[in-house]
């Protein structure tokens, strides 16, 4: 096994820190060790230094996508956090309904992971609106950092225990059987959701709307408070007047520091 220094460590963390907001304590340098490990010995590296120039002097930025696919962690499940997405149902979407006149409603995932939040969040709109879905535009964005699983979640193949808790009438309306372990998101869910590889730390980010609902969960514990502050404001600039901010529920805005309106635990609110 070839071992990180303790300078090759702080290197390599303070480039992650940098580039992609991604905090790197100490405690996590036997992690990145081993997820790292296949890489350094498939490319003959014979040391941290030796990888690290590779990922700086690689133009294709191939190399810096394989690191960020082996340090990142992508766990998720449909209905986490399961009441966000009733509050969703229940109180928000009535909100949009009554406001957004145009009938254009803009959502946000960020840091999507394998897709099943912003799956979700289409099958709710779906079931809400009903046969009036056809006179909206409801379709997300869902972005997220590592390539790997937006692969999957481009897919959107799940097995049967992914999906064994969800509505029966989901699984009848919104997925297709592939076999007897696996099941894809039907293409009318499908088609709802646009996947793109963002980059949270981007100083300026590219929309020419504003969003009506952005869920960022279980990101932001990642980042150090200077980050995750810096990221909560983009958010605020990002959202209409009226928007919501749904955060996982172990993290949390710094009141007074944050702009945000609180609603209850992991909702904020621009108002």
């Known amino acids: 096994m070839i071992v990180i220094t303790n300078k090759e460590f702080e290197q390599l963390a303070a480039y992650i820190k940098a580039n992609y907001g991604i905090h790197l304590r100490d405690e996590k340098k036997t992690l990145v060790t081993g997820r790292l490990q296949n890489v350094l010995m498939q490319n003959n590296f014979k040391s941290f230094t030796e990888y690290f120039d590779y990922i700086k002097s690689d133009k294709t930025g191939m190399a810096v996508h394989t690191l960020i696919n082996k340090i990142t962690t992508n766990h998720t499940f449909f209905m986490r956090e399961e009441k966000h997405f009733y509050y969703f149902r229940d109180i928000v979407l009535p909100y949009l309904s009554k406001v957004v006149l145009n009938r254009d409603i803009r959502i946000w995932s960020a840091g999507c992971s394998s897709g099943q939040e912003p799956y979700t969040l289409a099958m709710i709109m779906d079931e809400y609106f009903g046969k009036e879905k056809l006179w909206w535009d409801t379709q997300i964005l869902a972005t997220d950092i590592s390539s790997n699983v937006l692969e999957k979640a481009l897919a959107g193949v799940y097995h049967s225990e992914e999906i ?108």
């Open 164 to 271: 064994q808790t969800l509505n029966p009438k989901w699984k009848l309306n919104y997925f297709n059987k592939i076999d007897n372990e696996n099941y894809v998101i039907s293409d009318k869910i499908k088609k709802e959701v646009i996947f793109r590889r963002f980059n949270l730390m981007e100083e300026r980010f590219p929309f020419k709307k504003k969003f009506h609902v952005i869920f960022c969960r279980n990101v932001m514990i990642y980042f150090d408070t200077e980050t995750k502050n810096k990221l909560v404001n983009k958010f605020y600039d990002q959202l209409e007047y009226g928007g919501y901010l749904f955060i996982g529920h172990s993290e949390s805005l710094v009141r007074g520091e944050a702009k945000f309106n609180y609603v209850q635990p992991a909702i904020y609110r621009k108002i």
